[in-house]
């Protein structure tokens, strides 16, 4: 049972435009949310967080919405750049800060 | 370089072998995670300890163990290897007061290839 769901394997965005990565999850337990950042051949590196009890936050380019009535988060680069091509990981975590991640979903930003 | 440091960076070998995977964590940080990415499948968690405890475990396989030394490094041991347990390994770092707001700092992971 997969309880931190990317449901888009990949994505590809033209320089300079928006991009929009989703996530959903079952656990409405799960109290806070991250993204991760993981380029080949390197671990996943921290992106950005958002507590279940906001619904934005923002660090410059990157903002992420929380939407828990229906239990999904996104992720919005803007712009994109070809720089953030990598595959982005959503997390959730349940009280013991064990993270529960998604299969992750590839970006890649077009010049 | 994120702190975490994991040796080896790659490793080949045949079924049946035993391997041992070390990962020392991020200076100050107690807990330690190990996940196994496998292809298309994302990071699933093995197991976790903190201050040499097992704290959690996930998806292990009996085969598999770990362990947390008292300089916290932590070492996964896996034996009986089948083709299937070719995967990406990875530790991560935490500490309390970091881990809500920016979750896990990984290592660069150890590719193991059982041929």
């Known amino acids: 049972d997969q309880q931190v769901k990317q449901n888009s394997p990949s994505l590809s965005v033209q320089e300079g435009r928006i991009s929009i990565l989703n996530c959903d999850y079952t656990?409405?337990?799960?109290?806070?949310f991250l993204w991760y950042k993981k380029y080949p051949a390197e671990g996943p590196t921290f992106l950005i967080s958002i507590s279940s009890i906001k619904d934005k936050n923002e660090d410059g380019r990157f903002t992420v919405f929380l939407n828990k009535s229906a239990k999904h988060l996104s992720l919005h680069i803007v712009p994109s750049q070809p720089g953030d091509s990598a595959v982005y990981f959503c997390a959730a975590s349940l009280g013991s800060y064990q993270l529960t991640f998604g299969k992750g979903t590839k970006l890649s930003v077009i010049p | 370089d994120s702190g975490v440091t994991q040796t080896p960076k790659h490793l080949i070998t045949a079924t049946g072998q035993r391997v041992t995977l070390r990962c020392s964590p991020r200076s100050g940080d107690l807990s330690v995670y190990w996940y196994q990415q496998s292809l298309d499948q994302g990071l699933q968690f093995l197991i976790q300890y903190y201050n040499g405890e097992e704290r959690a475990k996930g998806n292990i396989l009996e085969r598999f163990s770990a362990q947390q030394f008292p300089d916290l490094h932590s070492e996964l041991n896996l034996s009986s290897l089948e083709l299937g347990d070719s995967a990406l390994y990875f530790c991560?770092?935490?500490?309390?007061?970091?881990?809500?707001?920016?979750?896990?700092?990984f290592g660069s992971g150890t590719r193991l290839t059982v041929v």
């Open positions: 656990n409405s337990m799960f109290d806070y």
């Open positions: 991560a770092s935490s500490n309390p007061s970091r881990a809500r707001n920016y979750g896990y700092t």
